[in-house]
């Protein structure tokens, strides 16, 4: 994913490898920290970017500023996060009733 983040960013050198890993790893908690462990930072494209800007603002000292630019996006996706794991509630609710 590093190298990802390098290529949205802008940074071709591997200078700065050591702190952009430092910023991918506090922004995985910080996501997992305020939505949970539902989602793959891998796979869903929506969070990957959340996390590169995070990332991007960290590498840019102004970490202070990006809930406040991202705020839709952040109450979106915990929406969405919430939504997915009441869903899965649901479902194991339904399917521990029909074994019984």
Known sequence: MLFELKNYIGIEN???DIT???H???SERYFRRICGDDFDFDTDEDVKELLFERC???DANALELFEVNFKSELIALRMNMA???YARSKD???TSTTQI
């Open 14 to 16: 591997d200078d700065r």
């Open 20 to 22: 952009l890993l430092l």
């Open 24 to 26: 991918l790893n506090a």
């Open 56 to 58: 991007r603002y960290a």
């Open 83 to 85: 939504v997915r794991k």
């Open 92 to 94: 194991t609710k339904k």
